[in-house]
């Protein structure tokens, strides 16, 4: 850095802000940056050189900070605020921002064609004028950076002022601009020949672009420098192409380039006097370029660069700033990572959707296994969140995406809606053809990644086709897999003590090129094009063939070289799922299979349709499960429903005495040593099968549990551990009598190594059992219990953690919290009614409320009539205050109807209730016990809960 060097950053496909420094050292946020850069154009103002800042495009797409906007929102409308306040010199125009076209105009400010007053009668101008209104004009992005956003052969349909449909470039064509040290600047903004745009927009290609006359006159005039920016790869491409324009007409002029798209690090030089540096993806990289163009300046001599690409985190930035993490962030800086903060927050991008229990990797683990986001995608998360709802579900399919639908792997941890949106941005739809045969649509996946010899100029083709509508996975993998070759085989575990995973560059230019020194990121090749596993069924059953909308046309084309019995076209294709692409992975991880085998239903099942379309009773969760705890236990759980007889169609529960019986039980959990949660004392007997020493506990309140008496136990499997019952893990069976549910707080000990709790109801009560279990090992001593019942409120809990209501969240329960309120605004529980009035709920209920609503639109209002309900259809208290919508599901959620009798005298009609309530023959005392009976095996609980 010294003399008149003029040097240029750049940072190409800024649009993913995940911190994902262990992997790839890109840790830093967009503040970070705005700092370093605010700390490097002061360097350069010491050093009296230049330091431009660029971009070389893709400013949508990436992590829920652009992609997370609300309904009715438009993609990175908000980000790009933050975006526009760095004091960027150049940008150029992405892919990303033609995908959607509502995208492209949120950046752009309408233009209309002028025609002035000029010697040459084809002097035609355009003028900038917002069609929206002047208040509106800040929103768009465009016009804050004051001429230096290029989109030189992009365009974008407007209506003028006269209602006529125009094309007009979404930025500036080009622009000439003079450094601060007086450099003339002449730049244009390309992006590569890009078919993928959506309507509306156009992409004229480069060869065509550089025989237009604004393109001669731009670079008819010799700058000092050329400084060339777009979304264009530097290597494979049209760069040449713009390069050889430029050097025909002026052949020493120093040229710089700053291109991208391909998602690498590269460099090229065209000749001694040019350099074109390609920055990576994601905002992982800065790329740096050096260039010392006084030296240059009078001669033909070859100009000397260099170039680096910088890891994009704040340990890089302070090393080169000679800062330090207390003196680093600028307030400039640090107020963009506030306003992310405050982003992320306004879009609810922390809200929790679960637990990925390791990291799903797109490229370091092999396609297909169990560590590859391909597979969790295409195998489970898909399938399971497109059968939601899905009135084809049970209908066989096969379902084929490209695997560039995924862009970011899933870190184990916390998933989050940014994580859903960061691994997997698009809002795009799954379309499907029905009633394809079986044996048709088993060849469609391998003919898309191009099987067999004589498909290979196919596959050229559609390679070819994908790559001009924005797939860059190939280019991006093969550089992956040549990273890998060239570290060799082992090279991570040699190298893991010293240097940490990351990109090691070999490119075309010389010296060296990345800043900090990593080991090789393994890389397994994956295929373009990714499918679910092929249903059990025979070649000729029609099945359904779901595809991502994005490679309809491939599908389509496909199909029809493996049949010729239909010609299929786009319009065969139907919407198979209301779900979105990018919501695939939230709705998997909020669903069953979240909890990794541990929703139990051991009596429960539910009917559905295999892949033969036969109608089949599974559980709904797990029957048991089986695992290990951090401190090494072994546990085994059971997760039983008492004996409910108010289940829907479709859905069964065994008796609880029927399952005990099951040869599951006896083959899978009674083989493992420990067990814990057992449901009920039948069960009990069956684990403690013969007499052996120990206690026998009773219980007589559901204050506390006490010795009564000592008996004698043995047991033909000695020690088998304690037996754990609690209630607070959803286990919904009261514990010392078979079948019960009774909302109470209670506790049990069947025997000196075993207790049973149930904690209460409606989650006013927070469980708490603690056991001594190491006191329990190689002996028959009776285990130590201590157990609690919690107050449901933040003191309790603050109490019992040591905290304070300034502390004491988290940022995964405020999530939750967040994600509850933002649920509740969206079924409006907020809405008012009336005031209640005080007294008794019950009569509120059946003297005021029922007689009132029911009168409402009923022609039968005018005839005397008897209301009876049971008091157990009301839930909960109504209390003194705003009576909303929560309140009301709250004191009745049951959405019961009511009949009617006609006809019934008011003789007979009046004995009815007392009838129900105290029956005054044996007969019918018999009845009502049966009912109720009945009653409790359909749910009704209030009358144990009352006693």
Request: aromatic share 12%; hydrophobic share 35%.
């Amino acid at each position: 850095m010294v003399g008149d060097q003029a040097w240029s950053t750049s940072y190409a496909e800024a649009c993913t802000w995940k911190s994902t420094y262990a992997i790839f050292h890109s840790s830093g946020d967009l503040g970070d940056f705005a700092s370093f850069v605010t700390h490097m154009k002061q360097i350069a103002i010491e050093k009296n050189v230049d330091l431009p800042l660029v971009d070389s495009g893709d400013i949508h797409d990436g992590t829920g900070l652009s992609d997370g906007y609300p309904p009715g929102g438009v993609d990175a409308h908000e980000s790009n605020k933050f975006l526009e306040r760095l004091p960027y010199d150049l940008m150029a125009i992405g892919n990303h921002e033609l995908y959607v076209y509502a995208d492209t105009y949120d950046m752009y400010v309408p233009t209309i064609l002028l025609v002035v007053a000029s010697s040459s009668p084809t002097d035609v101008r355009y003028f900038s004028r917002p069609i929206v209104s002047w208040s509106n004009r800040y929103t768009n992005f465009v016009p804050q950076l004051h001429g230096r956003y290029l989109s030189s052969n992009v365009n974008i349909t407007v209506f003028s002022s006269d209602g006529e449909a125009v094309s007009v470039p979404v930025g500036n064509r080009s622009v000439k601009f003079t450094t601060a040290k007086g450099r003339r600047v002449t730049s244009v903004g390309v992006l590569y020949d890009f078919t993928g745009n959506s309507v509306n927009t156009t992409v004229q290609f480069v060869a065509d672009m550089v025989k237009e006359s604004w393109f001669v006159e731009a670079i008819e005039e010799e700058p000092d420098v050329f400084v060339l920016v777009g979304h264009m790869p530097v290597s494979y491409d049209n760069w040449p192409v713009v390069f050889d324009a430029i050097r025909a007409v002026h052949p020493l002029t120093p040229i710089l380039i700053f291109g991208g798209h391909t998602h690498i690090r590269d460099c090229q030089q065209y000749d001694g006097r040019s350099m074109a540096l390609e920055s990576g993806r994601y905002m992982e990289t800065i790329g740096w370029m050096s260039a010392n163009l006084s030296a240059a300046q009078g001669n033909s001599n070859n100009i000397s660069f260099t170039r680096r690409y910088l890891d994009q985190n704040r340990v890089t930035y302070q090393y080169h700033t000679l800062t330090s993490n207390a003196t680093f962030d600028t307030s400039y800086g640090h107020s963009i990572t506030v306003g992310l903060e405050d982003l992320a927050e306004q879009f609810n991008l922390s809200y929790l959707y679960g637990y990925a229990p390791q990291d799903y990797t797109l490229s370091r683990n092999p396609y297909p296994s169990n560590g590859s986001v391909l597979s969790l995608f295409v195998d489970d998360a898909a399938p399971t969140a497109l059968a939601i709802n899905n009135s084809r579900a049970g209908i066989p399919n096969i379902l084929i995406t490209n695997s560039g639908e995924l862009r970011f792997d899933v870190l184990k941890g916390e998933f989050t809606k940014n994580d859903q949106l960061t691994a997997l941005p698009f809002t795009d739809s799954f379309l499907y053809i029905p009633n394809i045969t079986l044996s048709i649509a088993t060849q469609v996946l391998p003919a898309l990644n191009g099987a067999g010899t004589s498909n290979k100029k196919k596959r050229a083709a559609l390679e070819r086709e994908m790559w001009r509508r924005g797939y860059v996975d190939g280019r991006y993998n093969t550089w992956l897999a040549e990273m890998a070759r060239r570290a060799g085989p082992g090279s991570t575990a040699e190298m893991a003590g010293s240097l940490t995973l990351g990109y090691v560059t070999t490119d075309s230019c010389p010296g060296a090129g990345d800043d900090t020194l990593h080991t090789a990121v393994p890389y397994y090749s994956s295929p373009d094009y990714i499918g679910s596993a092929i249903p059990n069924v025979t070649d000729d059953t029609p099945v359904d063939l779901v595809f991502i909308n994005f490679i309809v046309s491939d599908v389509i084309e496909v199909l029809n070289t493996l049949q010729s019995a239909k010609n299929y076209t786009d319009s065969d294709a139907s919407l198979y799922s209301p779900v979105l692409a990018n919501q695939v992975l939230g709705l998997y991880q909020s669903f069953i299979p979240h909890f990794e085998g541990r929703y139990l239903t051991s009596n429960v099942n539910i009917t559905v349709f295999d892949s033969d379309g036969k109608a089949v009773s599974v559980p709904v969760g797990s029957r048991y499960a089986k695992f290990t705890t951090a401190m090494g236990r072994r546990v085994t759980s059971l997760g039983v429903l008492f004996n409910f007889t108010g289940n829907t169609h479709n859905t069964t529960v065994q008796p609880v005495a029927k399952m005990i019986e099951e040869s599951w039980v006896d083959a899978d959990v009674l083989a493992h040593q420990y067990l814990s949660r057992s449901h009920s004392s039948s069960l009990q007997k069956r684990l403690r099968r013969s007499p052996m020493s120990s206690s026998s506990w009773v219980s007589n309140d559901s204050s506390k549990c006490f010795k009564k008496e000592k008996s004698h136990w043995k047991d033909s499997r000695p020690f088998a551990g304690p037996v754990v019952f609690n209630a607070i893990l959803a286990m919904h069976l009261q514990p010392f009598r078979s079948g019960q549910d009774t909302h109470t707080r209670d506790c049990q000990q069947y025997d000196g190594r075993s207790m049973a709790m149930k904690s209460g109801r409606y989650m006013e009560t927070i469980g708490w059992m603690s056991a001594n279990l190491n006191t329990g090992k190689g002996n028959a001593n009776d285990t130590e219990f201590s157990r609690r019942y919690l107050d449901q409120n933040r003191v309790t809990y603050q109490c019992h953690t040591r905290t304070f209501n300034s502390t004491f969240d988290t940022r995964y329960g405020r999530s939750i919290t967040e994600g509850l309120r933002d649920l509740a605004e969206q079924y409006n529980l907020s809405y008012h009614d009336p005031y209640p009035s005080d007294g008794s709920l019950l009569s509120l209920f059946i003297d005021g409320a029922i007689p009132t609503a029911l009168k409402i639109n009923n022609s039968r209002v005018e005839i005397p009539s008897l209301f009876i309900s049971n008091s157990g259809d009301l839930c909960f208290d109504i209390f003194k205050g705003p009576f909303t919508k929560n309140d009301q599901l709250t004191a009745v959620p049951y959405p019961d109807q009511f009949l009617y009798i006609p006809g019934v005298t008011f003789q007979v009609a009046n004995q009815v209730l007392p009838a129900l309530n105290k029956p005054s023959s044996t007969s019918l005392k018999q009845e009502r016990a049966e009912l109720e009976g009945k009653l409790w095996e359909l749910g009704y609980v209030d009358d144990r809960f009352q006693t």
